[in-house]
């Protein structure tokens, strides 16, 4: 993980994390917590833990990683909010505090799926041919190479003396 972005989106999928087990924990002992609730709280649990295999695999840098917590947002946070946007979209609904705040959750955690997702495709092909600037200018400069085979094979024309 040498990547600045990957430790960004690791760190704001951890805090997520967190935040999500706040607001089941919330859920379960009936603290309203501006609105925002746990939709299924069995299901939030089981994201929870499933969350944190996924968080090591994308900082392990695993496309399998990535594919599941896209998968496992996609179909909890993703469903609940196709639910509720396209009533509003369509002028069907009403929108109350408590559905604005939940919709920003669902919004906040498929765009932390989409950023993680690209930055693994990016990270992908740089992986793939790894471009290091301290270090290639030394390994991969013919010129440089060249010059110092040949001052390697010169002729030594000092006059040693050994008293």
Not at 58 to 72: D, E, F
Not at 89 to 95: H, K, L, P, R, S
Not at 132 to 158: G, V
């Amino acid at each position: 993980m040498t990547n600045f972005t990957t430790m960004l989106i690791a760190i704001f999928m951890v805090m997520f994390w967190l935040f999500r087990a706040i607001v089941a924990l919330c859920t379960q002992f009936s603290v309203d917590l501006l609105g925002i609730v746990a939709y299924d709280l069995n299901m939030e649990i089981i994201i929870a833990f499933a969350t944190i295999i996924c968080i090591v695999l994308i900082v392990k840098r695993k496309l399998i990683g990535v594919l599941a917590y896209m998968l496992i947002y996609g179909m909890y946070f993703g469903e609940h909010l196709f639910m509720n946007i396209m009533p509003l979209i369509q002028g069907q609904g009403a929108m109350s505090m408590d559905m604005v705040m939940n919709l920003l959750c669902d919004f906040i955690a498929i765009l932390l799926v989409i950023f993680a997702f690209f930055d693994l495709l990016i990270d992908k092909s740089r992986k793939a041919n790894p471009i290091d600037k301290k270090t290639d200018w030394y390994f991969k400069n013919q010129k440089y190479e060249d010059e110092l085979n040949a001052r390697d094979k010169r002729d030594d024309n000092n006059q040693y003396k050994f008293y």
